[in-house]
């Protein structure tokens, strides 16, 4: 593999030539987690010629955005006085319910989330009236559908589509602050940074950015979602002090192997060297960090009297309607018959296959007794039950 194609300036200036433009902004941090993930690409992530071919432009892509933000908000200074108000954010460990839960609330028309091909080719604008025709949907469905040739199953796993809502990951990977490198490629030193070093504020700032900018474009209430806020609900209270906090709790045994069976799917599309206790090592130190991340802070000042509901994945399964209402109303919301009509055409038409097959605790090669010892606090804070392992 080449380390030329992995050079941050010479990635730098492929993202301005694609832009038209070379002004990212006053804020050069995001430079720091570019340059580790440079790095890890080269020296760690064992990627494929197929790898390096996708890699590339996972890195640039991000940059284009930026670029073409930051112009537009310069010609537009308009754009950087809107609110964003009383956001709300789904958070909580992932593989508990929190994509079905962010699909079925999207179904609700008070609600904005960020589709995915909007945040994929936020330039130009999104507009009402081409919202659902624009172009950009089918370039980005035939990128997703180009996946899923190359995976089979991978769509299984974890559902996406272009006029499906997208995870904040996708955004705050403008800044090189994001979870969305370190599952999609073996990056350990990248992944230990994140968890332990990274400064999350202007990851923040950054995605406050772009959300003014699609908002510019089509307004609403933003609905958003990522497990990785779960990790820096500090950081995202400070930037969003109105923010709506709906927190997903489910076994973290069972988490764990689902999310490291999902790590070693995405990460088969440019690597031919992954192994599910690979990823597991590194899913399970990031989910024990941060069940124990997310205590602290819910017991901290930074979080004193903020508004945050707790959601229990084995109750939301059961009925997910009955939790859809109990939620709404603690975010003192009404769900309107439109909204819960448009919601159960939705999970009638996306039920879910409960897991299937697809991942067993064996696989990880953890110790479940130790493994439940680190998780047990958590557990019982919330009453999460402990599941049979599958």
């Known amino acids: 593999m080449s380390a030329e194609r992995f ?103 008070e609600l904005r989330p960020p589709l995915t091909w909007e945040v994929d080719n936020p330039y130009p604008l999104p507009r009402p009236q081409t919202y659902d025709t624009d172009p950009r949907i089918a370039e980005s469905q035939a990128s997703i559908e180009m996946s899923e040739q190359i995976v089979p199953g991978l769509l299984a796993f974890h559902p996406m589509g272009a006029l499906l809502g997208q995870e904040c990951v996708r955004i705050t ?7 969305i490198f370190s599952v999609q490629y073996r990056l350990p030193t990248y992944y230990r940074w994140l968890l332990y070093e990274a400064d999350y504020q ?25 497990p990785a806020h779960l990790w820096q609900l500090d950081a995202l209270l400070a930037e969003y002090p109105d923010a709506l906090i709906v927190q997903t709790h489910r076994d973290p045994l069972n988490v764990i192997s689902s999310i490291s069976a999902l790590t070693h799917h995405l990460r088969r599309l440019a690597s031919d060297d992954s192994s599910i206790s690979d990823c597991a090592g590194q899913s399970c ?62 999970l009638a038409a996306h039920p879910g296959d409960g897991g299937g097959g697809r991942y067993t605790w064996t696989d990880t090669g953890l110790d479940a007794g130790q ?16 599941e049979p392992l599958k």
């Open 7 to 109: 050079q941050p300036d010479l990635l730098v200036e492929q993202a301005c030539e694609q832009a038209g433009s070379d002004d990212f902004g006053d804020d050069n941090s995001w430079r720091e987690g570019l340059a580790l993930l440079c790095d890890g690409l080269v020296t760690e992530a064992r990627l494929n010629d197929l790898g390096v071919e996708i890699a590339v432009p996972d890195l640039v892509r991000p940059m284009v955005s930026r670029l073409q933000i930051t112009k537009w908000r310069k010609e537009n200074p308009d754009v950087a006085t809107q609110p964003i108000s009383r956001p709300i954010f789904i958070v909580g460990q992932p593989r508990t319910g929190t994509t079905i839960l962010f699909d079925l609330l999207a179904q609700d028309p």
């Open 173 to 179: 990977a403008g800044q090189f602050a994001s979870m």
């Open 202 to 226: 202007p990851a923040y700032r950054y995605h406050r950015k772009f959300l003014q900018h699609l908002q510019s474009g089509v307004p609403g209430q933003w609905l958003l979602k990522s």
């Open 285 to 346: 130190e990031e989910i024990v960090v941060g069940l124990e991340r997310g205590m602290t802070l819910r017991d901290s000042p930074a979080l004193a009297g903020k508004e945050i509901v707790d959601v229990q994945f084995a109750d939301f399964i059961r009925d997910p309607f009955a939790t859809i209402r109990t939620l709404y109303a603690e975010l003192g919301r009404e769900l309107s018959p439109v909204a819960e009509t448009n919601m159960r055409a939705h």
């Open 371 to 386: 493994v439940r010892e680190q998780v047990r606090e958590y557990q019982q804070r919330f009453g999460v039950p402990d």
